[in-house]
């Protein structure tokens, strides 16, 4: 099993950065597929970001260019950085954790996006 704690959310202005962070406890995370998704309010939780064992991301057009995933294994940490952020990135962000039928979620950490 793996617990998943998010955090480094608030509220920034357009254009400003934030880093998002997840502290993984439990078993290993080197096998795991590590993901960042997000909610906005009335819409569906979206892919936002997944990096592999081998360090492949994999990022939402919405989102490419201006935030990075990456993670320490050995630290079982997971962190998005986010440039350049916009109105539209406000939402609940959530950390993932997936490998074959292993599905983790965090409980989220809220990102607002606003002048």
Do not use: H
């Not at 892919?47 to 050995?74: C, E, H, M, P, W």
């Not at 440039?83 to 939402?91: R, V």
């Amino acid at each position: 099993q793996v617990q998943l704690v998010e955090s480094g959310g608030g509220l920034v202005q357009p254009g400003g950065s934030l880093r998002l962070s997840c502290a993984a406890s439990g078993s290993s995370i080197v096998f795991y597929v590590m993901g960042w998704y997000r909610q906005a309010p009335g819409k569906q939780r979206e892919l936002v970001a997944t990096i592999t064992r081998g360090q492949t991301t994999n990022y939402s057009d919405s989102v490419k260019g201006r935030f990075t995933v990456s993670r320490d294994n050995t630290k079982k940490m997971v962190w998005l950085q986010m440039n350049s952020l916009e109105p539209e990135d406000t939402a609940v962000y959530y950390c993932n954790a997936r490998f074959t039928t292993d599905n983790y979620w965090g409980q989220g950490t809220q990102v607002t996006v606003s002048s």
